[in-house]
């Protein structure tokens, strides 16, 4: 090295700075060149190495500037990176006209398993890495001690000895600041929000001074933005380590105060502050308020009122509770909210109930609900339109039809706001589906879904009653597009971020499953399967899985997935909202012959709907399940009832008449008598109603029983038909939900599906009078594909002709 060099090293403390201008040191003298510290009067052929410039004053800043300028020096220089120290700026800018400035940081991932596989002599394990990176951020006078304590620990805690070095060496190496630099960074380490204004009222300095600190502060490095958090966190408490116990709160309290005073104290700075361990009533009202407020991510109102009880706040319990429930955590909020039974105030007694009820129905406990509302009394203090919602849905599932109106009929406390009126609506609609007709009822229910957020959990969410009620209301369409958006928001429009995810998303699955998507029911199941299921999610699962498995053809898999489930069903209460899985356990028993393990819950549910006044919508997709239990149990008796009572229904229930034409004429095909009419309307009914699988069933053992081949390959071909039209596993395409008391017809007569892009385009052409053929050739693809997305079009559309087909595409698409 003899050509003169300009070279200006920067970074903060412990990146090696000292260490690269020892090396240049070595390699000038090595070459004979005189190397100085300072700068003498006259350069002569002297190299100028300054390592900590930032430690000497303007004036010396000032010649070693000068001295930049003469092309036949070598000058290299360190320093801390000071952005409002103007001589050290001005020399910087000077350095890096001649070369670009060296900026030495902390060590990136690969870097720092290179560099102690150096020192330790082999790669380090991921486990020791990951120790490393969080305890060091890959700083280098952090990650040598701690790879070196890494190399010599004992046993098997390499990864304990090396975190244990780093924070022996910070702590050491943040000894050597002064006072009000770290204060600075301790109020700093807190959140990366704070200025040189919010510092100097926390520290009482002037604001050129706090300007100062914060430069001082960020030029250690330690406050970069690429530091991981959990170093950062540990950095955090070293300095509360160095500066005192009572120091430490004193400069938060400090910061607090002149937050507060400023009105800018932020939610992540609330939260730092009273996990850090500060009690005060001001920060618990703060963090309490914005749990209240919160719209955010999931979890964090559980978050706030948690830290908010950390600060000192009272009478949070009820909220606390509500909120961890909404996240899914029912075991802490179930503990809370039976605390709170006990308590001396009646409206929180009333909410505890209402907590505890509506955690009971998610675990099964649909009973114990019912009797924590009957404990409850008919006059519940501080009866809201929430409260009275969740009392309703509970005392209809559990057959209870009186006190469910009792509960609407209470004067409700509070002003009739958004959420009290869709509370309202919620158990309104479901008190309505007892003796109502279905579109009455689900126009009352569908104004139950708000995007605003209720103000605590319940027993189910609008998204899954509503859904329910379409399924057991033969309105795919309606279910479909409704649980569709509800898994799509992950919850966020009902609030119930992880208490209803798994519903929601299993509740897809049926509706999918139903429709003979198997494959996008199967994905549904298994996306929950991962999780530990509470009781109602594990029987849906398992039922779901269980239809699954029949409609698949696999009889061991049907097998143990029905075992599973009958166990799960054995620990629950029978209730209303769970008579789908019912019903389809009862018909996997039929093929298993195992109808008598179903006997006892079998008697509780018509039991049930006989309390309840055995209403339609309730009963019929139950009575269907038991036609299909006894012909599968191959027991005519068994069928003979159920099919009595689809046909006693079909008077009142265009659905019911649809599976009591559908039951007839699936007798008369296992008896041999296959009339093509009948099979196809009854098939095309059961499709419009979303059991497509059904319908394609149907159709088959049609085909199967004809002696006419002309007639078997009739039944074939609506088979294919049916199957080709269902919707598949495109994404539901969302529909609008009726806010209007005016009822609404079900899809099966209302026409107006929306059709894909594709399907669209097939449509225009069609409408011109093209054959397939031409269909094709225009739009690249086969004539067969055009087909197939005509069966799909009339599908979706319900016609039962071409004819009817095209008049309603004209009006449609015009």
């Given at each position: 090295m003899t050509d003169p060099v300009k070279r200006f090293v920067t970074g903060g403390i412990g990146t090696g700075k000292t260490t690269e201008l020892t090396a240049i040191r070595t390699a000038l003298r090595s070459a004979g060149v005189t190397v100085l510290s300072r700068v003498p009067p006259t350069a002569g052929e002297a190299a100028i190495v300054v390592d900590d410039a930032h430690l000497l004053d303007d004036a010396e800043l000032q010649r070693i500037t000068a001295v930049v300028d003469e092309p036949g020096t070598t000058v290299v220089v360190s320093a801390l990176p000071l952005a409002h120290r103007a001589a050290l700026t001005e020399l910087a800018t000077a350095m890096a006209r001649e070369a670009p400035v060296v900026e030495l940081g902390p060590l990136p991932g690969r870097e720092l398993v290179r560099t102690t596989a150096e020192i330790m002599g082999a790669t380090p394990p991921p486990e020791l890495g990951r120790a490393l990176m969080a305890s060091t951020a890959g700083l280098p006078f952090l990650l040598y001690p701690a790879a070196r304590a890494a190399l010599a620990a004992d046993g098997d805690a390499p990864a304990s000895a090396a975190v244990q070095a780093a924070r022996v060496t910070l702590v050491e190496r943040l000894v050597r600041l002064d006072e009000p630099v770290l204060d600075t960074l301790l109020l700093c380490t807190l959140t990366p929000e704070l200025g040189p204004d919010d510092v100097a009222a926390a520290l009482h300095v002037s604001g050129t001074e706090a300007a100062g600190l914060v430069d001082r502060a960020r030029a250690t490095g330690l406050l970069s933005p690429a530091l991981n958090t959990a170093f950062v966190r540990g950095l955090h408490r070293g300095l509360a380590q160095v500066v005192g116990t009572a120091r430490h709160h004193e400069v938060e309290t400090a910061l607090l105060q002149s937050q507060l005073e400023m009105s800018t104290l932020s939610t992540d700075l609330a939260l730092r502050l009273a996990e850090h361990g500060m009690r005060d009533g001001r920060l618990a009202d703060v963090l309490a308020a914005r749990a209240a407020d919160d719209r955010g991510e999931p979890g964090q109102p559980a978050r706030l009122y948690r830290a908010a009880a950390q600060a000192g706040a009272t009478a949070l319990t009820a909220r606390l509770a509500d909120a961890l429930a909404m996240t899914g955590d029912c075991a802490t909020a179930g503990r809370l909210a039976d605390e709170l039974l006990g308590s001396d105030d009646a409206a929180e007694r009333a909410t505890a109930v209402r907590i505890s009820a509506s955690i009971a129905m998610h675990d099964g406990g649909t009973a114990q609900a019912a009797d924590l509302f009957r404990w409850l009394g008919p006059q519940q203090a501080g009866n809201t339109a929430?409260?009275?919602?969740?009392?309703?849905?509970?005392?209809?599932?559990?057959?209870?039809?009186?006190?469910?109106?009792?509960?609407?009929?209470?004067?409700?406390?509070?002003?009739?706001?958004?959420?009290?009126?869709?509370?309202?609506?919620?158990?309104?609609?479901?008190?309505?589906?007892?003796?109502a007709p279905y579109?009455?009822?689900?126009?009352?229910?569908?104004?139950?879904?708000?995007?605003?957020?209720?103000?605590?959990?319940?027993?189910?969410?609008?998204?899954?009653?509503?859904?329910?009620?379409?399924?057991?209301?033969?309105?795919?369409?309606?279910?479909?597009?409704?649980?569709?958006?509800?898994?799509?928001?992950?919850?966020?429009?009902?609030?119930?971020?992880?208490?209803?995810?798994?519903?929601?998303?299993?509740?897809?699955?049926?509706?999918?499953?139903?429709?003979?998507?198997?494959?996008?029911?199967?994905?549904?199941?298994?996306?929950?399967?991962?999780?530990d299921l509470h009781r109602r999610d594990a029987l849906w699962a398992a039922a779901l899985q269980t239809a699954i498995a029949r409609r698949s053809g696999d009889t061991g898999a049907m097998q143990k997935h029905w075992f599973t489930a009958v166990e799960v069903l054995s620990e629950q209460s029978t209730d209303l909202l769970s008579l789908l899985p019912l019903g389809e356990l009862w018909v996997a028993a039929g093929r298993l012959q195992q109808v008598d393990r179903l006997r006892h819950p079998l008697n509780e549910a018509f039991g049930l709907l006989a309390a309840l006044g055995d209403p339609v919508l309730w009963a019929v997709p139950l009575h269907w399940a038991g036609v299909h239990a006894g012909i599968l149990a191959n027991d005519p008796k068994a069928v003979a009832p159920h099919g009595q009572a689809l046909t006693a229904a079909a008077s009142s229930s265009a659905f019911a008449k649809a599976l009591a034409d559908a039951g007839r004429t699936w007798l008369r095909v296992l008896a041999n008598h296959v009339d093509v009419d009948d099979v196809t309307a009854a098939a095309r009914a059961l499709g419009q109603y979303g059991l497509t699988w059904d319908a394609t069933r149907l159709a088959s053992q049609a085909a199967l029983h004809a002696t006419d081949g002309r007639v078997s390959g009739a039944m074939l071909q609506v088979a294919r038909d049916l199957k080709l039209a269902s919707v598949g596993d495109d994404e539901p395409v969302p529909q609008p939900v009726s806010t209007s008391s005016t009822p609404t017809t079900p899809p099966a007569s209302a026409p107006f599906a929306r059709l894909s892009d594709r399907e669209r385009e097939v449509a225009e052409l069609l409408l011109?009078?093209?054959?397939?053929?031409?269909?094709?050739?225009?739009?690249?693809?086969?004539?067969?594909?055009?087909?197939h997305h005509v069966a799909r079009i009339r599908r979706r559309l319900g016609a039962e002709s071409r004819s009817e087909m095209l008049s309603m595409l004209r009006a449609i698409l015009g």
């Amino acid at each position: 090295m003899t050509d003169p060099v300009k070279r200006f090293v920067t970074g903060g403390i412990g990146t090696g700075k000292t260490t690269e201008l020892t090396a240049i040191r070595t390699a000038l003298r090595s070459a004979g060149v005189t190397v100085l510290s300072r700068v003498p009067p006259t350069a002569g052929e002297a190299a100028i190495v300054v390592d900590d410039a930032h430690l000497l004053d303007d004036a010396e800043l000032q010649r070693i500037t000068a001295v930049v300028d003469e092309p036949g020096t070598t000058v290299v220089v360190s320093a801390l990176p000071l952005a409002h120290r103007a001589a050290l700026t001005e020399l910087a800018t000077a350095m890096a006209r001649e070369a670009p400035v060296v900026e030495l940081g902390p060590l990136p991932g690969r870097e720092l398993v290179r560099t102690t596989a150096e020192i330790m002599g082999a790669t380090p394990p991921p486990e020791l890495g990951r120790a490393l990176m969080a305890s060091t951020a890959g700083l280098p006078f952090l990650l040598y001690p701690a790879a070196r304590a890494a190399l010599a620990a004992d046993g098997d805690a390499p990864a304990s000895a090396a975190v244990q070095a780093a924070r022996v060496t910070l702590v050491e190496r943040l000894v050597r600041l002064d006072e009000p630099v770290l204060d600075t960074l301790l109020l700093c380490t807190l959140t990366p929000e704070l200025g040189p204004d919010d510092v100097a009222a926390a520290l009482h300095v002037s604001g050129t001074e706090a300007a100062g600190l914060v430069d001082r502060a960020r030029a250690t490095g330690l406050l970069s933005p690429a530091l991981n958090t959990a170093f950062v966190r540990g950095l955090h408490r070293g300095l509360a380590q160095v500066v005192g116990t009572a120091r430490h709160h004193e400069v938060e309290t400090a910061l607090l105060q002149s937050q507060l005073e400023m009105s800018t104290l932020s939610t992540d700075l609330a939260l730092r502050l009273a996990e850090h361990g500060m009690r005060d009533g001001r920060l618990a009202d703060v963090l309490a308020a914005r749990a209240a407020d919160d719209r955010g991510e999931p979890g964090q109102p559980a978050r706030l009122y948690r830290a908010a009880a950390q600060a000192g706040a009272t009478a949070l319990t009820a909220r606390l509770a509500d909120a961890l429930a909404m996240t899914g955590d029912c075991a802490t909020a179930g503990r809370l909210a039976d605390e709170l039974l006990g308590s001396d105030d009646a409206a929180e007694r009333a909410t505890a109930v209402r907590i505890s009820a509506s955690i009971a129905m998610h675990d099964g406990g649909t009973a114990q609900a019912a009797d924590l509302f009957r404990w409850l009394g008919p006059q519940q203090a501080g009866n809201t339109a929430h409260l009275a919602a969740a009392h309703a849905v509970v005392s209809v599932a559990t057959g209870d039809a009186a006190s469910a109106r009792a509960a609407l009929d209470l004067d409700a406390v509070g002003p009739p706001t958004s959420t009290a009126r869709a509370a309202r609506s919620l158990a309104e609609g479901l008190v309505l589906t007892l003796d109502a007709p279905y579109s009455v009822a689900v126009a009352r229910l569908s104004q139950a879904i708000t995007e605003q957020r209720p103000p605590g959990v319940a027993p189910d969410s609008a998204a899954a009653l509503v859904t329910l009620v379409a399924l057991h209301g033969g309105d795919p369409v309606r279910a479909r597009s409704v649980i569709a958006r509800a898994v799509r928001t992950g919850g966020n429009e009902d609030g119930y971020h992880g208490f209803s995810a798994h519903r929601h998303r299993l509740l897809q699955g049926w509706v999918r499953m139903q429709d003979g998507q198997l494959a996008a029911a199967s994905a549904d199941a298994a996306a929950v399967l991962t999780a530990d299921l509470h009781r109602r999610d594990a029987l849906w699962a398992a039922a779901l899985q269980t239809a699954i498995a029949r409609r698949s053809g696999d009889t061991g898999a049907m097998q143990k997935h029905w075992f599973t489930a009958v166990e799960v069903l054995s620990e629950q209460s029978t209730d209303l909202l769970s008579l789908l899985p019912l019903g389809e356990l009862w018909v996997a028993a039929g093929r298993l012959q195992q109808v008598d393990r179903l006997r006892h819950p079998l008697n509780e549910a018509f039991g049930l709907l006989a309390a309840l006044g055995d209403p339609v919508l309730w009963a019929v997709p139950l009575h269907w399940a038991g036609v299909h239990a006894g012909i599968l149990a191959n027991d005519p008796k068994a069928v003979a009832p159920h099919g009595q009572a689809l046909t006693a229904a079909a008077s009142s229930s265009a659905f019911a008449k649809a599976l009591a034409d559908a039951g007839r004429t699936w007798l008369r095909v296992l008896a041999n008598h296959v009339d093509v009419d009948d099979v196809t309307a009854a098939a095309r009914a059961l499709g419009q109603y979303g059991l497509t699988w059904d319908a394609t069933r149907l159709a088959s053992q049609a085909a199967l029983h004809a002696t006419d081949g002309r007639v078997s390959g009739a039944m074939l071909q609506v088979a294919r038909d049916l199957k080709l039209a269902s919707v598949g596993d495109d994404e539901p395409v969302p529909q609008p939900v009726s806010t209007s008391s005016t009822p609404t017809t079900p899809p099966a007569s209302a026409p107006f599906a929306r059709l894909s892009d594709r399907e669209r385009e097939v449509a225009e052409l069609l409408l011109q009078g093209m054959q397939y053929r031409d269909i094709g050739s225009q739009l690249l693809i086969s004539a067969k594909t055009v087909e197939h997305h005509v069966a799909r079009i009339r599908r979706r559309l319900g016609a039962e002709s071409r004819s009817e087909m095209l008049s309603m595409l004209r009006a449609i698409l015009g």
